[in-house]
């Protein structure tokens, strides 16, 4: 992922540095079962405040957490994400590592997400390397609703084809560059508030107003299943995630 916002993004390297940097991705795992999987779009925003729960941990945040090395590390490098699937004992098995699973708020199979702190890109623990990233196509039952007013939205581009998977780590993505974008005042009213947000996809007009807008833009550096280019745009809302309105994509 790269950002076209400068908010408060750690970043503290040109690309280039970033690339020659070690390599970290943030593994999430999400819970499908055969017989009752989640909806698409919880699952979405599931995989979006899994991001936020972890990146608001003290175990990432405090000087000396356990997780923090491994967040700067990753965010010092390129902020992969890579979302995999499980169901039954590989399930059991994942959430047996540390780690935060977060839920969806769908009323029927609500999504379940576990979010791990960062690891090499080589350097996969075995329970989760075995783990399949094919498979994770989900659908939603009925068109989601339209957002709640007042809570940030992450628009997803309209004319990508993308797997569930992909689009979790997308999603992941746009709210990352939320998080960067907030005072510490607005970061723990999000998070005390279970950080309230809506996963959407606009019609290819409001896509192309969007991206105009100076909202926050999350470009895909084109790792898996796409090319380079826009993906996500981050829409922050009035109560918990007050984001620039005018900035240059």
Do not use: Y
Not at 35 to 52: G, I, N, S
Not at 58 to 68: F, H, I, L, P, V
Not at 97 to 125: H, S
């Amino acid at each position: 992922m790269t950002s076209t916002s400068p908010g408060t993004s750690p970043f503290r390297h040109e690309a280039a540095d970033r690339d020659a940097a070690p390599q970290f991705v943030l593994p999430l795992v999400v819970r499908i079962e055969r017989a009752a999987p989640p909806a698409r779009t919880d699952a979405l925003e599931t995989a979006a405040r899994a991001v936020l729960t972890l990146l608001s941990d003290e175990r990432a945040t405090a000087e000396d957490g356990e997780w923090a090395e491994a967040v700067r590390n990753w965010q010092d490098a390129r902020i992969r994400k890579v979302v995999r699937r499980a169901r039954g004992a590989e399930w059991r098995k994942a959430t047996e590592l540390p780690g935060i699973t977060v839920t969806g708020t769908a009323k029927e199979a609500a999504a379940e997400v576990r979010v791990f702190p960062p690891v090499p890109l080589d350097g996969w623990p075995k329970e989760l390397a075995k783990l399949q990233v094919s498979g994770t196509d989900l659908d939603d039952p009925e068109p989601p609703p339209a957002p709640a007013a007042g809570v940030p939205v992450l628009w997803i581009r309209p004319d990508l084809d993308m797997s569930a998977g992909k689009a979790m780590a997308q999603a992941g993505h746009g709210a990352q560059l939320a998080w960067w974008e907030l005072s510490d005042a607005d970061r723990a009213a999000w998070r005390d508030a279970g950080f309230p947000l809506a996963v959407r996809t606009p019609s290819p007009q409001r896509w192309a107003e969007l991206t105009a807008s100076g909202l926050p833009i999350v470009r895909d550096a084109g790792f898996t299943e796409i090319a380079p280019g826009k993906t996500v745009v981050v829409e922050g809302g009035s109560r918990f995630c007050p984001l620039p309105r005018e900035r240059r994509p």
